[in-house]
C-alpha cells in the first residue's frame, strides 16, 4: 500500500479583489488565509509523513509570483523535505512557466514537470510508482494534453498516476484549459487521477479514482463551503480517499425564508441564529444572506433602509467568526425591493428581460477587449445577477448625491 496527499489551486497571496468593506484586522486574516490554509497542509504532511505529495497547478494566484509567495511556499517545501517526503509538482494556467518572476531554488525533494509530459518514477517499500505530468508553458493550453500521457503497462507491475490541470471538455462553468474525457482518462489504465483547476472538490470517476480536490482556501462568495486536500491510499486496485479541511476562513450562503416576516427583529434574530449554526459547522465564515418568499410585508420592511444599514446593525450584533459580507434577493423579487426610483425600476426591469444575446451585445466590447476578454470567464446566472444588482445600486448611490 502506497498512502500520498493530493492538492491543487493554493493561489498563495490571493489579493481577494472586491473584498473591501472588511475592518482591517479581518481584511488582514482574509489576506493571510491562503498562507494559512497551506500552513495547515504542511503541518498535516509533517505529522501523518505520507510517501509523497502531488501539487497540481496554480500554486500562485498570478503569473508574476510574488516574492512573498515564492518564499513562503519553498519554506514548506523545505519542512517537507526535513521529514523525506518527495513532492511532485505541475504548474497550470496561473503559474505557468512562461511568466516573469524571481526564481528561487527549489529543494532537491521537489519534482516539477516540464512544458511536455513527463514521467518520474520512486519506489515505496518495493513498490515501483510511475507519475505522469506537465506543467503549462504559457497561460493558455487549448490543447487535449491527455493525447501525450503514456498508458499503463500492467506487464510491469507498477502503479501509474496522472497528474492534470484542466477542465472537461465543454464544461463552460469554468475555463477550459487542457479539455479532456473522462473516457480518454480512464483508457490510460492508471490507478489514480489527480487533477486540479476546478475549485470545487469533486469525485468524476470511482474506479480508478479521477478527483479534483479543490481549493485549500476559498476566495469569494462562489467557492462556498469547506475547503482541503486528499490523502489517498492505494493498494493495487483498491483506493481509499480521506478529505482534510484546510480552510481559515468559510464562504457561505445562508438562504432566509422571509414569509410572513415584516419586523427588523425577526429578520436580524433569525439571520444571527442562522449565522451561529454554520460557525459551528465550519468555523469562521463570510456569509451571504439570500432572502427568499418575500412578501408584501417583508417588501415594506426592506425597502425602508439601504443594503449597507441592515448588514451595518448584523455585524454590529454579530460573533467575530462570522462576517456579513452582502444581502441577495429572490431574482424574480429584486424589483420589489429596489428604491423607489422610477428610473432604478425601469433600469432594472429592461434588464432583467435580456436575453443571451441581449447580454452579448451590452458586454461585447469587455468580452472581444484584446487585454481583458482571454481572461475572462463564460458568463453565468450569478454574474448576471449580480451586475443587475450592482447597476442598481450605481445608479442609486448617484441619484443620492
Not at 519542512?79 to 528561487?104: C, E, M
Not at 424574480?332 to 426591469?349: G, H
Not at 468580452?367 to 446566472?381: E, I
Amino acid at each position: 500500500m502506497i498512502r500520498f496527499l493530493h492538492t491543487a489551486d493554493l493561489h498563495l497571496d490571493s489579493p481577494f479583489k472586491g473584498i473591501t468593506d472588511m475592518p482591517i484586522s479581518r481584511l488582514t486574516e482574509l489576506r493571510e488565509s491562503t498562507f494559512a490554509a497551506y500552513e495547515k497542509m504542511i503541518q498535516y504532511a509533517e505529522q501523518s509523513t505520507p510517501d509523497f505529495v502531488l501539487i497540481v497547478g496554480d500554486i500562485y494566484d498570478g503569473e508574476d509570483r510574488s516574492l512573498r509567495a515564492q518564499m513562503r511556499f519553498v519554506k514548506g517545501l523545505e519542512r517537507l523535505k526535513q521529514a523525506s517526503i518527495p513532492v511532485f509538482i505541475s504548474y497550470g494556467n496561473h503559474d505557468h512557466l512562461g511568466g516573469k518572476w524571481t526564481r528561487f531554488q527549489l529543494p532537491a525533494n521537489v519534482t516539477v514537470f516540464g512544458p511536455e509530459v513527463e514521467t518520474s518514477e520512486l519506489v515505496v517499500r518495493g513498490q515501483r510508482i510511475r507519475i505522469h505530468g506537465f506543467s503549462y508553458k504559457e497561460r493558455h493550453i487549448k490543447e487535449a494534453m491527455i493525447g501525450h500521457y503514456p498508458k499503463a503497462n500492467r506487464e510491469l507491475g507498477t502503479i501509474d498516476i496522472g497528474m492534470l490541470h484542466g477542465s472537461i471538455a465543454g464544461e463552460e462553468t469554468h475555463a477550459v484549459y487542457a479539455p479532456f474525457t473522462k473516457e480518454a482518462l480512464i483508457e490510460k489504465g492508471y490507478q489514480y487521477w489527480a487533477l486540479g483547476h476546478i475549485h470545487k472538490r469533486q469525485l468524476l470517476h470511482n474506479e480508478p479514482p479521477i478527483v479534483y480536490p479543490g481549493n485549500l482556501q476559498g476566495r469569494h462568495r462562489n467557492e462556498q463551503g469547506v475547503k482541503g486536500f486528499y490523502e489517498v491510499e492505494l493498494e493495487e486496485n483498491v483506493a481509499s480517499l480521506s478529505f482534510v479541511p484546510t480552510s481559515v476562513l468559510v464562504f457561505d450562503e445562508i438562504k432566509m425564508d422571509c414569509t410572513e416576516m415584516g419586523l427588523a427583529n425577526e429578520w436580524l434574530t433569525a439571520c444571527q441564529n442562522a449565522a451561529i449554526e454554520v460557525v459551528e459547522r465550519n468555523g469562521a465564515s463570510i456569509l451571504s444572506i439570500r432572502n427568499v418568499n418575500i412578501g408584501a410585508e417583508a417588501t415594506q420592511l426592506f425597502s425602508g433602509s439601504s443594503d449597507e444599514e441592515w448588514l451595518e446593525v448584523l455585524r454590529d450584533s454579530a460573533d467575530r467568526s462570522a462576517w456579513f459580507s452582502e444581502l441577495l434577493f429572490e431574482s424574480n423579487q429584486k424589483s420589489a425591493l429596489l428604491p423607489d426610483s422610477p428610473l432604478v425600476r425601469s433600469v432594472k426591469e429592461q434588464m432583467d428581460n435580456w436575453d443571451e444575446e441581449d447580454w452579448k451585445t451590452v458586454l461585447q466590447d469587455v468580452y472581444q477587449h484584446a487585454r481583458s476578454g482571454p481572461y475572462l470567464s463564460s458568463l453565468t446566472s450569478e454574474m448576471k445577477e449580480e451586475l443587475s444588482r450592482e447597476a442598481g445600486k450605481l445608479i442609486s448611490n448617484e441619484l443620492s448625491t
